[in-house]
C-alpha cells in the first residue's frame, strides 16, 4: 500500500487560504491504486472531453449561445472540481498552479453565470439600467477576484458573493415590473443557484478555492438543449402541417378549378348549342327577303327591286363576316379605318336601310336629323353603319305595327370637333332590367320571345367599346325602347375626299353632242366629274365659282348646269335665280354634299333634280341624260 499526503484545509467563512508551512498540517491518507478510484476518474475525464466536443456542436447546431454559455460553465466547473479532487501526477505543482489561477477562473464562472441570466432574462430589450446594474455586480466581482493581494481582500469578495441573491431577486422584480415574465429556464437556474447559495455549497469545503455552480450549469444546459429539441420538433411538425395544409389547399383549388372549367365548358357547349339553333332565323331571314322581292320584281321596278335585293345581299354577307370574326374573336383585333366622308349621303343610306327593316313587320320609320350635323366627318363609317343598322335591325325585330325612329344629331365642341349623337327607338316591348344588363350577351333571347337578339347587340357592344363609347339603354315612360351612344369626331374637308360618285357600270349611255358646265369650288370634284361625263361622250367646261359660271353661259350655250350648293361669294340658290331670270329653260342639276337647304329668299326656287353626293354613277349618268334629253338647247 502507498500512501501519500494530501493537504487538508479547514473551512472558514471566507475565501481564506492558511500559511504554507505544513509541518502542524494534519495528515490525510489515500489508497491511489484502487481500481475502481482510477475507473472513476477516467470516466470523468472522458465525459469531460466528450463535454468539450459536444458543447460547441450543439450550440451552433441550434444557433443558441445560452447552450453555448451553460455548456462551457459545465466545462470549466467540472475540469476544476477533477483537477482538484482527484490524485494525478504532481498533485501538489498541479494544487499550487490552480490556488495562482484561482481568481481569473472564478471571474470566468460568474461571467458565464451573469450571461445566462442575461439571456434568460432578456435584458438586452428592458431598460438600460437594468443590464448595467446587473453586469455592474459581475465586473465588480471580477474586479475583486483580480485585485486581491491579501486576506482582508477574500473576505471582501465573500460578502460580495452572499449578496448575489439579492441582486438576483431584484433583477427578478424589476424585469417583472417591466412586464418581462421569465420563462421556466429562468426559474429553473435561479432555483437551483439560490438553493446553491442558501445552502451554502457554492463555495467547497476544500479551502473554498472555487465557487461551485455546476449543478446550476448542468440543469440549464439540460434543461435548454430538451427545450430547442422540441422546438425544432414542433416546428417541425408545423411545418409538416403547414406543407400538408398547403397541398390539401393545392388540391381542393384544383378540383374547384376543375369543377368550375368543367360547368363552364358545360354552360359554353349549351350555349353554342343555343347560339347554332337561334342563329338559322338571323341567316334566314334575310335570304328570305331576297326570295320575295325577286318574285316580285318585273320590269318596270327592276331598278328599285334590284337595289333592294343587293343591299339584302350585302347585309347577308355582313351578317355573315360578323358571325366568322365574332367566333374567332377577331373584333377586338381590327382597328379603326378613319376616312373623310360625307355625312348626309352616309345617312340617306342608313334610311333607306332602316325603312325597308322597319317593313317587315309594318313599321311606320321616322328620321330626325340635327341643323348642327357637319357635311364631312372623319370616322370609321364601316363601323359606324354596323352599329346603326344592326341597333335597326334589332328594333325591327320585336316592334310590330308601330314606330322605328332614328335620330343623328351634333355638338359642336372646340376646335374642328363635334359629338355626334345617335339615337334609335321603337314602340316595341320594351326591355326589363334583367335584360339591360345582359344585352351584350350574343344570341340572347328575350323572357317571352321566340327570337333571339342574335350578335347585334353583342357586336355594338364591342364595336362601340373600340370607339371609346357605349351603348345605352332606356326604357321611356311610353313603353319601348332608347338605344343611344355619343361619338367625339373630328370635321372633314372635302379636299381630303377621295370619292366624289360611287362607280357603277352603265351600258348603252351615249352622252355624244350634249355640253355639261360643272360648277364647284373644289376643283377635284370638277376634276373627277368632267373625266366620267367625258368617258361617255358629254363636253364639259368648269368653273369654280357661281361668277365664273355666268360668264361661260354668256360666251357659249350649253345643255345642263351642275352646280354646287355652298360656294364661296354666290351660292347655289343665287346662282339658279340668275339662271332663272336669263336661262328661264335651262335644266340646272343640284349635286350637293347637303340637300336642298334654301335661305329665305329663295324658297320659291326649285331645282330641276337634284343628287347628294356621292351619287352613283350609273345614277348621276341617267339623271344627266334625261335632263339634256328632256329640255332643248337653248
Not at 283 to 298: E, K
Not at 485 to 512: A, C, W
Not at 548 to 556: R, W
Not at 578 to 591: F, G, W
Request: charged share 15%; glycine share 6%; hydrophobic share 40%.
Amino acid at each position: 500500500m502507498i500512501y501519500k499526503q494530501f493537504l487538508f484545509w479547514l473551512r472558514s467563512a471566507s475565501l481564506l487560504v492558511p500559511a504554507t508551512a505544513l509541518a502542524s498540517e494534519p495528515t490525510l491518507t489515500l489508497q491511489t491504486d484502487n481500481p475502481l478510484t482510477q475507473l472513476w476518474a477516467g470516466v470523468e475525464l472522458g465525459i469531460m472531453v466528450l463535454l468539450l466536443l459536444f458543447t460547441p456542436l450543439a450550440a451552433w447546431a441550434y444557433r443558441s449561445m445560452l447552450l453555448l454559455l451553460s455548456g462551457t460553465g459545465i466545462w470549466v466547473q467540472f475540469l476544476l472540481s477533477t483537477l482538484y479532487r482527484h490524485e494525478w501526477q504532481q498533485l501538489t505543482t498541479w494544487h499550487h498552479g490552480l490556488v495562482h489561477w484561482q481568481p481569473q477562473l472564478t471571474s470566468l464562472v460568474f461571467f458565464l453565470l451573469f450571461g445566462c441570466i442575461h439571456l434568460l432574462l432578456s435584458l438586452g430589450r428592458q431598460p438600460r439600467y437594468l443590464p448595467l446594474l446587473a453586469w455592474s455586480y459581475c465586473l465588480a466581482g471580477i474586479l475583486l477576484l483580480l485585485w486581491q493581494e491579501t486576506q482582508a481582500d477574500l473576505q471582501w469578495f465573500t460578502h460580495y458573493h452572499n449578496m448575489f441573491g439579492i441582486v438576483l431577486l431584484l433583477l427578478v422584480t424589476l424585469s417583472f415590473f417591466h412586464g418581462v415574465r421569465p420563462g421556466p429556464l429562468f426559474w429553473l437556474f435561479g432555483g437551483v443557484t439560490t438553493a446553491l447559495l442558501l445552502s451554502d455549497q457554492t463555495l467547497w469545503p476544500a479551502g473554498q478555492l472555487f465557487p461551485d455552480y455546476g449543478p446550476a450549469f448542468s440543469l440549464l444546459f439540460i434543461a435548454a438543449l430538451l427545450t430547442n429539441v422540441h422546438r425544432q420538433r414542433r416546428s417541425q411538425q408545423t411545418l409538416e402541417q403547414q406543407l400538408t395544409e398547403k397541398q390539401q389547399n393545392s388540391l381542393d383549388h384544383l378540383e374547384r378549378t376543375v369543377a368550375m372549367r368543367t360547368r363552364q365548358l358545360t354552360r359554353s357547349l349549351a350555349a353554342r348549342n343555343q347560339m347554332l339553333a337561334r342563329i338559322s332565323h338571323d341567316l334566314r331571314a334575310p335570304l328570305g327577303h331576297i326570295i320575295t322581292r325577286a318574285g316580285q320584281t318585273d320590269a318596270h321596278n327592276y331598278k328599285k327591286e334590284s337595289g333592294y335585293i343587293m343591299r339584302t345581299a350585302n347585309r347577308q354577307l355582313e351578317l355573315l363576316d360578323d358571325l366568322i370574326a365574332y367566333a374567332r374573336g377577331e373584333l377586338q383585333q381590327q382597328e379603326l379605318t378613319l376616312e373623310s366622308q360625307y355625312l348626309y349621303a352616309f345617312i340617306k343610306e342608313i334610311e333607306e336601310e332602316g325603312r325597308l327593316l322597319a317593313r317587315q313587320h309594318h313599321n311606320r320609320f321616322r328620321l330626325h336629323i340635327g341643323e348642327q350635323l357637319p357635311v364631312l366627318i372623319q370616322a370609321d363609317f364601316r363601323r359606324l353603319r354596323r352599329i346603326i343598322v344592326n341597333l335597326l335591325d334589332n328594333a325591327a325585330k320585336f316592334t310590330h305595327n308601330g314606330d322605328i325612329s332614328l335620330s343623328l344629331t351634333a355638338t359642336a365642341l372646340p376646335g374642328e370637333q363635334i359629338t355626334l349623337n345617335v339615337v334609335v327607338s321603337d314602340t316595341g316591348p320594351g326591355l326589363s332590367p334583367s335584360l339591360q344588363q345582359r344585352l351584350d350577351q350574343p344570341f340572347l333571347r328575350g323572357e317571352h320571345n321566340k327570337q333571339g337578339y342574335g350578335l347585334g347587340l353583342a357586336i355594338v357592344t364591342e364595336l362601340l367599346a373600340q370607339m371609346n363609347s357605349q351603348l345605352k339603354t332606356e326604357q321611356p315612360a311610353q313603353g319601348g325602347s332608347r338605344f343611344s351612344f355619343e361619338l367625339k369626331l373630328d370635321k372633314g374637308r372635302e379636299y381630303d375626299v377621295d370619292q366624289v360618285f360611287i362607280d357603277n357600270r352603265v351600258q348603252d349611255l351615249d352622252g355624244t353632242g350634249y355640253q355639261i358646265l360643272l360648277v364647284d369650288d373644289i376643283a377635284l370634284t370638277c376634276t373627277y366629274l368632267s373625266e366620267l361625263l367625258g368617258g361617255y361622250g358629254f363636253d364639259t367646261l368648269i368653273a369654280h365659282s357661281a361668277r365664273e359660271a355666268l360668264h361661260c353661259l354668256e360666251d357659249g350655250q350649253v345643255d345642263l348646269v351642275i352646280t354646287d350648293q355652298l360656294m364661296p361669294d354666290m351660292n347655289g340658290w343665287e346662282l339658279l335665280a340668275q339662271l332663272r331670270e336669263k336661262h328661264s329653260h335651262l335644266p340646272v342639276l343640284l349635286y350637293s354634299a347637303l340637300p336642298p337647304m334654301p335661305d329665305s329668299h329663295h324658297t320659291h326656287l326649285h331645282f330641276n333634280d337634284t343628287l347628294l353626293k356621292p351619287a352613283g354613277s350609273d345614277e348621276f349618268l341617267h339623271c344627266v341624260q334625261h335632263l339634256c334629253t328632256q329640255y332643248q338647247r337653248l
